[in-house]
């Protein structure tokens, strides 16, 4: 079956540090991709999404690359910012899920002044 | 911006009673979900509808119903509200069709607890 999985959290760093968030999934034919950020006290929101291979997705200066050949759809930024503290989601929609997303277990992260 | 809605925010009450978590959305989507959010942040699908009189269960088992009377309104209820029922409920939309690159927009959340 289709599933995501998410590198473990607590993820703590200092303000400026470079961001990693690692993200492999499993799924049948050619999913879109999509990372979700959640603030504390607050809904999902939509960070940024990838629909083929090799695309890449971008917003607020994180960015990710859908890479079919690793299975991957990792989340990087170049300098996190305090602002950036929030709970980090992977998610896939595939073809035969009829539209409904599969979400990875979540990656907290805290930035540190 | 994203037109979901969720009442109440947070909600405190007491075994056995019964209970109606409101989501409403402005959007005009045909898709709706509501998802159970775990102290550990994991999401779990309960129930989805694809519109109007269509509902169906998710990923994991809830003592929970929904109906979808509305377009726009699709409301979660508990017959008797029980500590195990104790969590974050989150209701997302999306447009219609078989795109599977359509987002899904999430209200705020609410925070239940049963004591």
């Known amino acids: 079956g289709n599933s995501v999985t998410q590198m473990e959290g607590p993820v703590t760093l200092s303000e400026e540090a470079f961001l990693t968030i690692n993200c492999t999934y499993t799924?049948?034919?050619?999913?879109?991709l999509f990372w979700y950020v959640q603030y504390p006290g607050e809904g999902l929101q939509l960070l940024l999404k990838?629909?083929?291979?090799?695309d890449k997705g971008s917003n607020k200066g994180f960015e990710a690359t859908y890479r079919k050949e690793t299975t991957s759809f990792h989340l990087e930024k170049g300098s996190v910012q305090v602002s950036d503290s929030a709970v980090y989601f992977c998610?896939?929609?595939?073809?035969?899920?009829?539209?409904?997303?599969?979400f990875g277990q979540g990656t907290e992260l805290s930035v540190k002044p | 911006e994203a037109d979901i809605y969720q009442t109440p925010r947070y909600l405190v009450i007491g075994t056995g009673k019964k209970i109606t978590l409101e989501c409403s959305q402005t959007?005009?989507?045909?898709?709706m979900y509501w998802y159970q959010q775990d102290p550990g942040m994991e999401l779990h699908l309960i129930h989805y509808?694809?519109?109007?009189?269509?509902?169906e269960k998710g990923d994991l088992s809830s003592e929970s119903t929904v109906s979808r009377i509305r377009t726009e309104h699709f409301p979660l209820t508990l017959e008797s509200a029980r500590p195990s029922h104790t969590s974050q409920y989150l209701c997302a939309s999306s447009e219609s069709g078989t795109a599977i690159y359509n987002e899904q927009f999430f209200g705020p959340g609410t925070r239940l607890t049963v004591l």
């Open positions: 998610a896939l929609s595939a073809s035969n899920q009829g539209g409904k997303l599969i």
């Open positions: 959007m005009g989507h045909d898709k």
């Open positions: 799924a049948t034919g050619y999913p879109s």
């Open positions: 990838a629909t083929k291979a090799d």
């Open positions: 509808s694809y519109g109007v009189n269509s509902t």
